[in-house]
């Protein structure tokens, strides 16, 4: 069964900065799809960046040209790096597949912007 952790959360100032991590076990991240997703306060759960197999990456229009996904088949690894941040990127933020595995849904990390 495939995990995912996800880490790198935390509280910052809005225009700050936060990388976030996620590791993954098995062979997930290296024949998938993955992507990042958050889910606000009493919000649905929204895609926020996905990257392909190949390093194509896609981003929800909020955050264009302020967070960058990227990933390690290496190391089994997915990252998001959010800079400009505001306060409402704040949310608990989790990774995935794209499409998303129900079975794989972790944690989550949780990212508060304040001003």
């Known amino acids: 069964q495939v995990q995912l952790v996800e880490s790198g959360g935390g509280l910052v100032q809005a225009g700050g900065s936060l990388r976030l991590s996620c590791v993954a076990s098995g062979t997930i991240v290296s024949i998938d799809a993955m992507a990042w997703y958050r889910q606000a306060p009493g919000k649905q759960r929204e895609l926020v960046a996905g990257?392909?197999?190949?390093?194509?990456?896609n981003y929800a229009d909020s955050v264009k040209g302020r967070f960058t996904i990227s990933r390690d088949n290496a190391r089994k690894s997915v990252y998001l790096q959010m800079n400009s941040l505001k306060t409402e990127d704040t949310g608990v933020y989790y990774c995935n597949t794209y499409p998303p595995r129900r079975s794989s849904w972790g944690q989550g990390t949780q990212v508060t912007v304040y001003s």
């Open positions: 990257v392909a197999t190949d390093g194509t990456t």
